[in-house]
């Protein structure tokens, strides 16, 4: 197996046509194999670390990661244990703005699965939420992890 990206977003905005910035929502699903050695130490590793030190070590690095660009951190919002389409994942959800655009939602979800790790990423404009909730919604629904 090898790694997969797929990307879902408005239509048009690859094309920068001018209609396709009147709103933000994209959904970005990522996979990559997983030994079984690597999975069962990273398993353990995550349940014998505080949550408190794993959600400051996360917002760090997404911190970190932000820093050379043009997005701006408005909030870490969340970082949390979920369990979602039958597996235990880390959920980590925060705010932040593209130069000085509007507010970003993103929510990111990280599985790991028996042979690999998928990484689901739904991110949308606040001010569209209602417009984009039914869709992203489907849309998360519709990925099988199996």
């Known amino acids: 197996m090898r790694p997969s990206k797929l990307t879902l977003q ?8 001018p209609d396709a910035f009147d709103t933000y929502a994209r959904v970005i699903v990522e996979t990559a194999p997983i030994a079984t050695a690597e999975r069962l130490e990273l398993i353990a590793a995550m349940d014998s670390t505080p949550h408190a030190e794993l959600a400051a070590y996360h917002e760090d690095l997404l911190r970190e990661s932000l820093r050379s660009s043009n997005i701006r951190l408005l909030s870490f919002v969340d970082f949390s244990w979920a369990k979602r389409k ?13 130069d000085g655009g509007p507010a970003t939602r993103v929510e990111n979800y990280w599985y790991i699965l028996p042979k690999m790790v ?3 990423m739904i991110s949308y404009w606040e001010q569209d939420a209602d417009m984009w909730r039914s869709t ?7 990925i099988v992890l199996d």
């Open 86 to 98: 039958g597996y235990r994942c880390r959920r980590m959800v925060y705010r932040r703005s593209l």
């Open 136 to 142: 992203l919604e489907r849309l998360e629904r519709s």
């Open 118 to 120: 998928v990484t689901v």
């Open 10 to 17: 408005q239509r048009g905005i690859n094309a920068l046509e």
